[in-house]
């Protein structure tokens, strides 16, 4: 076929929520998946349980890929809104598939050069199954007209309905065959985009929340309470699914509140635990953030960020805490907020996490967002790789070495390092009292001024040797560049294919990503801010909360800003029509 294009194009499914757009678009990732070709893939989806538009993108490709693109190839239109609300992003030579019975102005979209494909999908799944089976005809149809074979499509059917039993089995598998001959002899032929398998090894599909559950069982975390909220609540549903042998503990707490301070009692009593939330939650869990910092109860946070204030966007995507996090609870008091930026980042975060809390007894956040938590990646197995996981848990003492103390145990003894040997209650040499007042170094109430000033030293020192271990900004494209995008967390993939974007037209630019973020990397992040030509601020936030703290820090500022906070993920050619 002239001007055919092989292995790189976009796929979206719309329609209602209650319709099966999430399940149908992750079963035809795993599909593409399985047939070796890279994918990412993202969902929107609105904030109720029937109704109101959502959608699933998929991009396809024969390497690596980090973000979607604007530009689509095919739709799979399952409601009437979905073809206007996607009209603008369907590419020319692109094409939809829709039901017969939805109404779909054909001449506007054949003005914009897309094509038509009506197909009978709800009488091909009543004939050959049940109407129900209308998004297994839909999926099959889109790999007809890809000329993708059905093959991986039946094999991800037949993984997901083996549990309804045979007959459920049989029909799905029935219906697509039906729907996939009827769209291959209508329409294969017109449609220039296809997709063929790779000769590749199997790959994992992942999200960011699944990677952050890897890699926090990997790190020992042995007890979670959350309560629901999007869009962290995959964390404990992962966790909750282990089987038993795996030993971690999880718990639904009635609220927020009660979520951290269960997972600070399980820390005090020397178990790795963590909670998980987004802002508002987050919101409700200061104080008792403050009470992990008073007591120096080490403690992991998930905070996965989505529009505010308030409910505000409850299933979209902003980078609107930064700022809060770093500050939040009264008072001052060590943190370390950590911000991956890629699914192999939320890998490592969710055990070095446990690391970082236990060696300076104190909360580590770990901050995501929604387009992070939820989009899917496919990974080459040794991306995830458990040799490098490690278990540190700091200066943690014993009933033996308890047995061999000289003097008498004090939880917060004053020590160079601000880090005080830390023994688990019940031992009979290591009794001591833990309370969020100001205490001596036995955890005694105490307002003595001296005593003050020495014990805020004292946990404040800790930050000192905390920022030692904070890594600096990656670099992403050549070491010279007339123009440096600056961005952290989930913004990394969006403008590492911006940087490709940019260079392959002609320019000169390249990408300095952070994602340790406090306490701040000094030093390291004005070595390689200095020698940049000229900078640009990518963030999802109105105030540019990333070049405030690199001023606040560093006194440098940066040049010029790119902020997007319409609740929707930057899309690389977003970024590059923010430059222009």
């Known amino acids: 076929m002239a001007g055919t294009v092989v292995n790189d194009m976009s796929i979206l499914i719309g329609g209602d929520a209650g319709q099966g757009v999430e399940s149908s678009g992750a079963g035809l990732c795993q599909a593409f ?38 530009d689509v190839h095919l739709i799979l239109a399952l409601t009437e809104e979905t073809v206007p609300l996607h009209m603008d992003h369907i590419a020319k030579g692109g094409a939809v598939i829709y039901p017969e019975k939805v109404n779909v102005d054909e001449e506007a979209l054949k003005k914009r050069g897309v094509q038509c494909f009506p197909m009978p999908l709800m009488a091909i799944a009543e004939e050959h199954g049940n109407r129900i089976m209308t998004n ?79 890699g926090a069982l990997a790190g020992g975390c042995r007890f979670m309470s959350a309560y629901p909220m999007t869009p962290s609540t995959s964390i404990i549903e992962r966790l909750s699914a282990l089987p038993r042998e795996f030993g971690v503990v999880t718990k639904h707490a009635e609220d927020e509140i009660a979520a951290i301070c269960m997972a600070v009692g399980a820390s005090y009593a020397g178990a790795r635990a963590m909670t998980a939330t987004s802002g508002g939650g987050f919101s409700l869990m200061a104080e008792a953030l403050g009470l992990a910092g008073m007591t120096e109860v080490p403690l992991v946070v998930v905070e996965a960020q989505r529009g505010g204030p308030s409910t505000g966007l409850p299933t979209r995507t902003e980078q609107g805490d930064l700022l809060f996090v ?35 007894q104190c909360p580590v956040v770990i901050l995501s967002d929604a387009f992070l938590a939820s989009s899917m990646r496919t990974l080459d197995k040794e991306a995830i790789d458990f040799s490098t996981v490690s278990i540190d848990r700091g200066q943690f003492l014993s009933a033996e070495d308890l047995e061999r103390l000289e003097d008498e145990y004090r939880r917060y003894a004053f020590t160079d390092s601000g880090i005080s040997p830390r023994a688990l209650p019940g031992h009979p040499r290591a009794v001591y009292a833990a309370t969020s007042d100001e205490h001596d170094e036995y955890g005694h109430i105490t307002e003595e001024i001296t005593n003050r000033r020495r014990m805020m030293d004292k946990r404040m020192r800790k930050l000192a040797a905390a920022a030692t271990e904070m890594r600096p900004p990656k670099r992403y494209g050549p070491e010279q560049a007339e123009l440096t995008l600056v961005c952290w967390g989930s913004s ?60 606040m820090s560093t006194g440098l500022s940066i040049d010029q800003t790119v902020n997007k906070y319409d609740g929707r993920p930057f899309s690389p050619e977003d970024i590059v029509a923010g430059l222009r």
């Open 492 to 551: 990394y993939g969006p403008c590492r294919e911006a940087v490709d974007l940019l260079n392959s037209d002609g320019n000169s630019a390249n990408l300095i990503h952070f994602a340790d973020l406090w306490p701040f990397p000094e030093d390291k992040a004005a070595r390689m801010l200095k020698g940049c030509r000229h900078t640009v601020a990518v963030e999802q936030n109105y105030t540019s909360q990333l070049a405030r703290l690199i001023r």
């Open 326 to 360: 770093i500050n939040a609870s009264q008072g001052e008091f060590p943190r370390v907020v950590l911000a991956p930026g890629t699914v192999e980042e939320c890998f490592e975060a969710g055990w070095r996490a446990f690391n970082l809390a236990e060696r300076y």
């Open 136 to 214: 297994t005809a839909a999926l099959a149809a889109a790999a007809a007209v890809c000329d993708w074979p059905l093959d991986y499509l039946e094999s991800v059917m037949r993984d997901n309905f083996r549990s309804k039993g045979p007959d459920v089995v049989e029909s799905n598998l029935t219906v697509a065959r039906a729907a996939y001959s009827r769209a291959q002899e209508r329409y294969a032929a017109a449609f220039p985009h296809k997709l063929r398998p790779l000769e590749a090894p199997p790959r994992m599909l992942i999200n960011g929340n699944e990677a952050i559950s890897l």
């Open 33 to 70: 998946a399985r047939g070796g070709l890279q994918v990412f893939a993202m969902q929107d989806y609105r904030s109720r349980i029937r109704g109101g538009h959502n959608f699933y993108q998929i991009r396809l490709s024969e390497r690596p890929i980090y973000s979607h693109s604007n």
